[in-house]
């Protein structure tokens, strides 16, 4: 069975910090890892992903995430916070050629701005 | 192009009631979800669909019916609503393999 645990479910950083989320999965088969980001009031959006290949991926709006096979993480982050970065993350995993195309949503980790 | 759409945005329900949220993409994905989204625990799959006809139960299915006659609607119902069913309900798709899912805007469903 598959599933991620996203540590911490608040983080608070100042404008112009680094923003590091932090996501761990557990997956018997090789994953598909995602984060999604979610501003007040809408639905979710695809912010990255991975599939197979380079495990730096990159993002809109500046994010990052590496894909750490050996610490089964899937960390997301981004060099300079701005305001409008605020919103609720989600990291999640699916399985690799899966015919299901389901997906296992983490908790969620809500990004505060501090001007 | 509308995407993917969810009716109503907002609901309010009493005990008992009978409640359809309604969700319609124009993409002719394969794959449909629905997904309830509570304060500590993320999102939770309900059921989920492969194609028109094919539906299947997700994490949390009890209390909730779907139907899928036509690729680009899938309803959710609730047959008997329950506070413990007030929650934001978002539906999304999917193209078949891709893995990559599309969300709605949701439905902000509160049961008294």
């Known amino acids: 069975a598959q599933s991620v645990t996203q540590l911490g479910s608040h983080v608070s950083v100042s404008e112009g910090a680094l923003v590091l989320l932090r996501c761990n999965y557990s997956s018997s088969v090789p994953p598909y890892l995602f984060w999604y980001v979610q501003y007040p009031n809408q639905g979710l959006q695809l912010l990255l992903k991975?599939?197979?290949?380079?495990?730096l991926v990159k993002g809109i709006n500046g994010f990052e995430a590496e894909f750490k096979k050996s610490e089964t993480s899937f960390h997301l982050t981004k060099p300079s916070a701005h305001m409008s970065d605020a919103a609720e993350y989600f990291c999640a995993v699916s399985e690799q050629d899966s015919s299901a195309s389901k997906i296992i949503f983490g908790s969620g980790t809500r990004l505060s701005i501090r001007p | 192009d509308a995407g993917i759409t969810q009716s109503p945005r907002y609901k309010i329900t009493e005990t008992g009631r009978q409640v359809t949220l309604m969700c319609h993409q124009t993409?002719?994905?394969?794959?449909m979800f629905w997904y309830r989204q509570d304060l500590g625990h993320g999102l939770r799959l309900i059921y989920y669909s492969a194609a028109a006809d094919i539906t299947d139960k997700g994490e949390v299915p009890d209390g909730y019916v779907v139907s899928r006659s036509k690729t680009e609607n899938f309803p959710l119902t609730l047959e008997s609503a329950t506070r413990s069913q007030t929650s934001v309900y978002f539906c999304?798709?999917?193209?078949?393999?891709?893995?990559?899912?599309?969300f709605g805007p949701g439905t902000r469903l509160t049961v008294t």
């Open positions: 999304a798709s999917s193209v078949r393999g891709s893995n990559e899912q599309y």
């Open positions: 991975y599939t197979t290949g380079a495990t």
């Open positions: 993409w002719s994905h394969s794959y």
